[in-house]
């Protein structure tokens, strides 16, 4: 069943006018319309999957960001960078929390593998993951609960050093609620990080509704450095710094390049993604995906 959301996410405001329609090129081959608000222009699917629907849309072994899958050279290699990107999350909550060690909830921690490296580094590890089959692999990698929503009553007293939303606010039905209760349980002087993609990007441009970050219909909320800082501002969170994360350009133009022309390309993709990140450079961070480092209003 599809939902119809009647106000913008970010402002309220109540019109919208046509952006993009997309295929959803991993799953179901389905289309679905991207909106844009007409005051604050805000991006977002709509209509779009409800919550008790939305599952399916994520069970294919082609969805590999919730699978630990091997098969065929796209998963190879996205694997491998997955592996690499870890050790750079591990560098940036240290270096952003200013502590080696401490107390982190990773909202939607999909198989587990981060927080995994920060159960290794000696964190106290708390994990949220709605997918079923995603959650019990993490809970056998980690040998510990995860889980299912940030609602659950074992959260009422706690507070966490560090939250991560490792490409996953994008995907929130319940944005006010999750995000009221995240605001809830950081620390004073904790910090949250939000990566998520960026449709200002180049390679959004270039690619349209080709472009693989849209990701429809799992992707609800389409994001740019200047409408994420308006929906945080509704909770008393501010954006402190932006990072650039350049990785995720030749992924995605790899992905989208795909989408269109119907064939795996890595060379004529390796350059797609170092075009966008050139242009990126010149043009205020306007990377494929953007890293929020983010705290409480004091």
Same mark, same amino acid.
């Given at each position: ?7 913008? #996410? ?5 019109? =919208? ?26 991006? =977002?699917?709509?209509?779009? #999957? ?19 899958? %091997? ?12 592996? *690499?990107?870890?050790?750079? %999350?591990? %560098?940036?909550? &240290?270096?952003?929390?200013?502590? &080696? ?31 079923? *089959?995603?959650? +019990? ?32 606010? +994008? ?11 995240? &605001? ?24 349209? +509704? ?6 429809? #219909? ?24 932006? *990072? ?26 390796? =350059?797609?993604? =170092? ?6 450079? %010149? ?16």
């Amino acid at each position: 069943m599809l939902e119809i959301l009647s106000k913008c #996410p970010v402002c309220t405001h109540n019109y =919208f006018s046509p952006f993009l329609v997309c295929e959803d090129y991993t799953v179901s081959k389905e289309k679905f319309q991207i909106v844009s608000c007409k005051n604050c222009g805000f991006k =977002f699917t709509n209509p779009r #999957p409800a919550s008790a629907d939305i599952a399916r849309y994520y069970h294919s072994d082609s969805y590999i960001s919730h699978s630990n899958t %091997k098969k065929g050279i796209l998963a190879q290699v996205y694997q491998k960078v997955r592996k *690499i990107s870890l050790q750079s %999350k591990l %560098k940036h909550i &240290q270096k952003e929390s200013q502590l &080696q060690k401490g107390k982190i909830l990773d909202y939607g921690c999909g198989t587990g593998d981060f927080l995994k490296i920060c159960q290794d580094n000696d964190w106290e590890i708390n994990g949220i993951e709605p997918e079923k *089959i995603a959650r +019990e692999q993490a809970e056998s990698l980690l040998n510990t609960k995860i889980d299912e929503n940030i609602f659950e009553n074992q959260f009422e007293n706690k507070q966490f050093d560090v939250i991560t939303l490792w490409h996953v606010l +994008e995907h929130i039905h319940l944005l006010d609620e999750t995000l009221t209760m995240l &605001q809830k349980l950081l620390s004073p002087n904790g910090v949250i990080l939000i990566a998520v993609p960026n449709c200002a990007s180049a390679d959004a441009q270039k690619w349209k +509704e080709y472009w693989a970050a849209y990701d429809l #219909p799992r992707h609800l909320y389409h994001f740019t450095p200047q409408t994420l800082p308006l929906l945080l501002e509704k909770y008393h969170i501010k954006i402190d710094k932006y *990072i650039a994360m350049p990785y995720d350009s030749y992924y995605i133009s790899l992905l989208s390049r795909k989408y269109k022309t119907g064939k795996l390309n890595f060379l004529n993709g390796f =350059f797609d993604g =170092f075009q966008s990140n050139q242009w990126a450079k %010149k043009n205020s961070l306007n990377f494929s995906s953007v890293l929020y480092i983010c705290s409480k209003k004091q």
